[in-house]
């Protein structure tokens, strides 16, 4: 599934996880998908895809940056982040 939130807070915590604006910069691809460097940013079950994970996705590879409500309910869902 997409969602469309800021990011501002993900972005935060990666960059103190140790992924630096100069490696990682967040950008917006021409297909709206929000990108940490080269990855998706997506939301995972923390469980079992910690922070930092990187994953195969319909958009392309993606890292985890955040999680939600839905983990409780679908523990293999993912959230890809995007702006639409």
Do not use: H
């Amino acid at each position: 599934t997409y969602y469309n939130l800021p990011m501002g807070r993900c972005i935060s915590i990666m960059r103190d996880m140790g992924y630096t604006v100069e490696d990682y910069p967040y950008w917006v691809r021409e297909d709206g998908a929000k990108m940490l460097g080269e990855y998706v940013m997506c939301a995972a079950n923390l469980t079992i895809r910690p922070k930092g994970t990187v994953i195969e996705t319909s958009l392309g590879m993606a890292i985890v940056v955040d999680t939600g409500s839905f983990a409780y309910s679908n523990s293999t869902q993912i959230d890809l982040c995007v702006a639409w």
